[in-house]
């Protein structure tokens, strides 16, 4: 007995074949509604001639092939995506990276509000409704996690060595549209409204302090994401976008913005996100991601062939955009210019891409990215030497070197670019 004659709404290759199609729709049509999967319904997943089995109708969702097995890899606290896996700059919105403080809430998007209040002049609350009403602005942009890398050992994929970034189109109000409603002082840097708090819905009650400039200057109040609305993972229903800051920064499922005149000294601004520099002190507010690039293909766990090899990775920078992205194929010593894809947004992920023969010889591949203020990606090496210490902490963003052995392998290398 094969897996479909057990199943219940049977429906055999011969029914089809047998010029019973149109009824065969039907069952399909009305088992799937009932929530049966294909398997149960009988069709064989993966006929061996496609050509001679009727497919399968239209579905209220898509589906990805099963062939494609691509997948975040969750721990606890966090989940990161497979940069390995992807093309192009846009990131599905199922694999993107999440990192929560204390996990995703559940927020009925009908009792939502947003609370702006204190150093404004006329407090007020919005609903979502109210939120959609304004002026909406749509951008891609990244977001990255600034305690974005990991290294220590050679089998560590693009997505276990930085894979707390990705990449959406986003869409809400501008910050500085609900800054206009309420009534904020334009223009402070200093005193009255300079500064904001953002406090997030859920149970880890996250706060962040940050300077009002941000508002006025591109910060969206986002309930959209490639087209739908936010993913629960995401902030559902609204977060907080601060293009090119630090992951941190954009808080998620956003209940209330404070207006006021100095810092809060919150947790995540004091205990964390902050990091040691030289002679034992530690920078306090470090906004901006610094510019980045890895190599995602050839990467670990891939294998390749000598011959012609394409070597395609991403590149960003929170700064701006991205203005060159040089590769090296012999560990280092000489460098080339790549590729890059247009579109090249400021502060998104850039696709670069640059053709190459391997001869097969052990060697080290690396990619090097300069953003448009002139910011140089640093190895390693630089990095601990500005720091004046190796014990990690946030904003690391070294160049990450690949080993290729002469069997095809292609292993991380744990010191790094020295
Ligand atoms: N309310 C709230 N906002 C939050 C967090 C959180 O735990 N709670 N995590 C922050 C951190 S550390 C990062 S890196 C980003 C991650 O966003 P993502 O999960 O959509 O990728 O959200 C930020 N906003
Ligand atoms: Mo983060």
């Not at 996690?145 to 959406?168: A, H, V, W, Y």
């Not at 591949?365 to 203020?373: P, Y």
């Not at 069997?407 to 991380?412: A, I, Q, W």
């Amino acid at each position: 007995m094969t897996e479909s004659d057990k199943q219940p709404n049977k429906l055999t290759r011969r029914t089809l074949l047998g010029g019973a199609a149109t009824a065969a729709v039907a069952v399909v049509q009305t088992s799937l509604a009932k929530g049966a999967t294909f398997r149960q319904i009988g069709i064989p997943e993966t006929p061996d001639d496609p050509t001679r089995q009727m497919g399968v109708p239209p579905g209220k969702v898509g589906t990805r092939s099963k062939f494609e097995t691509l997948a975040k890899n969750p721990s606890d606290i966090s989940s990161r995506s497979p940069l390995q896996d992807f093309h192009g700059i846009i990131t599905p919105s199922d694999l993107h990276f999440e990192r929560h403080h204390n996990g995703v809430p559940a927020i009925d998007p009908n009792k939502y509000e947003l609370l702006i209040h204190g150093q404004v002049e006329r407090p007020t609350v919005f609903s979502l409704a109210d939120l959609k009403r304004f002026p909406s602005v749509s951008r891609i942009v990244f977001l990255e996690c600034s305690g974005n890398f990991r290294t220590g050992k050679e089998t560590m994929s693009p997505q276990d060595i930085c894979g707390l970034t990705s990449q959406s189109e986003w869409t809400g109000v501008l910050l500085s549209t609900l800054f206009r409603e309420v009534g904020v002082n334009p223009g402070a840097t200093i005193g009255r409204a300079s500064w904001f708090l953002a406090e997030g819905g859920d149970s880890a009650l996250m706060t962040r302090s940050i300077p009002t400039r941000k508002g006025w200057d591109d910060a969206i109040i986002a309930y959209a994401q490639n087209g739908e609305a936010l993913r629960p993972e995401q902030g559902y229903p609204v977060r907080l976008f601060l293009p090119g800051w630090e992951g941190n920064t954009s808080v998620k499922w956003l209940r209330r913005i404070e207006l006021g005149d100095a810092p809060w000294q919150t947790r995540e601004e004091t205990s964390k996100y902050s990091e040691v520099i030289k002679n034992g002190k530690v920078r306090q507010f470090s906004f901006d991601i610094d510019a980045r690039s890895i190599i995602t293909f050839p990467a670990y766990p891939a294998q390749v062939q000598k011959g012609w090899i394409e070597i395609r990775g991403l590149a960003w920078s929170g700064r701006g955009r991205v203005s060159r992205v040089d590769v090296s194929t012999d560990a280092g010593k000489s460098w080339q210019l790549a590729q890059l894809q247009e579109p090249v947004l400021d502060k998104a992920h850039v696709r670069f891409r640059h053709l190459w023969h391997w001869n097969g010889d052990a060697t080290e591949i690396m990619s090097r990215v300069t953003d448009e203020t002139g910011y140089i990606q640093p190895t390693f090496a630089q990095l601990i030497e500005a720091r004046g210490t190796d014990t990690g902490g946030y904003h690391l963003n070294p160049i990450t070197v690949w080993q290729l052995k002469p069997d095809g392998r292609v292993l991380n290398r744990p010191e790094n670019f020295r």
